[in-house]
């Protein structure tokens, strides 16, 4: 039987996609302030297989410079709503599809965050996944009250123990049993199976009784993305589905085969985590009129959004340069040792591609090339057969070019494709997230170090 493909679509609460084609004529731009428009979203969602919403956020403007404000001011890229209140809206008009929303490790507090994600486990009957990021911009420090951002590592640091807290808050504070309801002991929640959590740590000191009963989860589904040696080690320590940014099928398998080593190392079984590659479908009747549908779209892309790519994922600033300059790779990224692009460009560079500034605009448009899949249903299939098959992969963050029009194309046209080749699963009515995704829960698996933690614990 082969093996069902998980899917997920990206959104964020803002007037710009990934794709930044906002101002194509196509593209419903206002509608994201509506909440029609999101219950809709919802339900068309879960008529078309999705397993999830993953909700991209940040806390800033990502940008540390005068010019990557400003362009992504005028990209649309300034103003977003907080996706978190955007979930019960749509949980309300559904009973399958799943919610994961971004939520900055770096400058929340763990009572905070694990009370406002229990409360959304709650809402959402146990449908609820949090995507953790550790920001890298500076404005996101300023945003909140410090003179600059932790070292890249040192944020990771403080995240390892942010999490220590967290699964103590969600899993160790009350019992299984600790909420009778006896409404003739007047007892709703029994105090003697509540527990005071300690903790004194590098950086933070807490007492607290998590002051939200067990949810149906406890822990909502532990989302990943980092793509540093750091982040991924942190990644395979905590997280339960991996997404990822590679540009091709083999990018894909090395970097599942190392990301499932280190989980492994870190006393994991391998096999619990899931891995789920970005993919934005551009669909056409045949390849031609796909290709030439990707074209219009590159023309309409502004080439802004890709020098600032590339500058904040390779180290490269093109400013200034000519449009037919040749330019040397690897002594443009020599000192980008370790970005993710960099190093897939120095790749491409040494297999003998050769990119003008112009041709280089055009292939990170989008993000890069490899992040955009283009073809009929059948072919969009087959590549992510492909991804499943060879790479390991068990799904796909699903990208759009045009809000709410690039969705009814993949769900009218590549959805029945994969049933057809039996790749997606029929849903099971009303599980939890992660009784969804793994076939298990709808708590932790025992081994996930949120099962085995031993925090200091008082009676209340």
């Not at 929303?101 to 229990?118: E, G, H, M, W």
């Not at 002991?185 to 998590?210: N, V």
């Not at 500034?357 to 989008?366: G, P, T």
């Not at 769900?411 to 009784?435: C, F, M």
Request: negative net charge.
């Amino acid at each position: 039987m082969p093996k069902p493909i998980k899917l997920t679509l990206v959104e964020q609460g803002g007037p710009a996609a990934d794709s930044n084609l906002w101002h194509h004529p196509d593209f419903a731009l206002e509608l994201f302030k509506k909440p029609a428009f999101w219950e809709d979203l919802a339900r068309r969602l879960e008529r078309g297989s999705f397993d999830a919403i993953f909700f991209a956020d940040t806390p800033a403007i990502r940008a540390d410079t005068p010019y990557q404000r400003n362009h992504a001011l005028a990209a649309g890229g300034g103003t977003r709503l907080d996706p978190a209140f955007l979930i019960p809206i749509m949980a309300a008009v559904t009973e399958n599809l799943g919610f994961v929303v971004t939520t900055s490790i770096s400058y929340d507090q763990p009572f905070a965050l694990a009370r406002k994600f229990s409360t959304l486990d709650h809402l959402t009957q146990g449908r609820i996944g949090w995507n953790i990021v550790t920001n890298n911009v500076k404005s996101a420090a300023l945003n909140h009250g410090l003179n600059d951002q932790l070292p890249h590592d040192v944020r990771y640091d403080r995240a390892d123990e942010f999490m220590d807290i967290v699964y103590a808050l969600w899993n160790r504070s009350w019992d299984d049993d600790s909420v009778p309801r006896d409404p003739e002991r007047a007892l709703y929640a029994d105090s003697a199976k509540i527990h005071k959590i300690e903790h004194r740590g590098q950086w933070f000191d807490l007492e607290a009784i998590h002051i939200t009963e067990p949810s149906p989860q406890r822990t909502p589904v532990l989302f990943q993305a980092g793509s540093s040696a750091r982040g991924r080690q942190f990644g395979a320590t905590h997280a339960e589905c991996i997404y990822l940014n590679a540009t091709s099928v083999e990018e894909t398998r090395r970097l599942i085969t190392q990301v499932k080593s280190l989980t492994a190392a870190a006393g994991r079984n391998p096999d619990g985590l899931l891995f789920m590659p970005r993919i934005i479908p551009v669909i056409g009747e045949t390849e031609q009129l796909a290709r030439e549908k990707f074209e219009a779209f590159v023309d309409g892309c502004d080439p802004e959004d890709a020098l600032i790519v590339l500058q904040q994922w390779a180290g490269i600033d093109l400013r200034g340069r000519a449009p037919d300059e040749v330019l040397d790779i690897e002594a443009l990224t020599a000192g980008s040792a370790g970005l993710h692009a960099a190093d897939h460009l120095r790749r491409l560079s040494r297999d003998g591609r050769r990119f003008t500034v112009a041709q280089l605009l055009r292939e990170y448009a989008f993000g890069g090339a490899g992040n955009v899949t283009v073809g009929t249903a059948s072919q969009i299939a087959d590549v992510m057969e492909r991804y499943v098959d060879e790479a390991g992969a068990d799904g796909f963050n699903v990208a759009y070019m045009i809000r709410s029009r690039s969705l009814d194309e993949f769900v009218e046209l590549v959805v029945p494709e994969l049933r057809r080749r039996g790749r997606i699963a029929a849903p099971r009515d009303k599980a939890t997230l992660r009784q969804r995704l793994f076939g298990w829960g709808p708590s932790l698996p025992a081994d996930h170090p949120g099962s085995r933690i031993t925090p200091v614990t008082r009676a209340v």
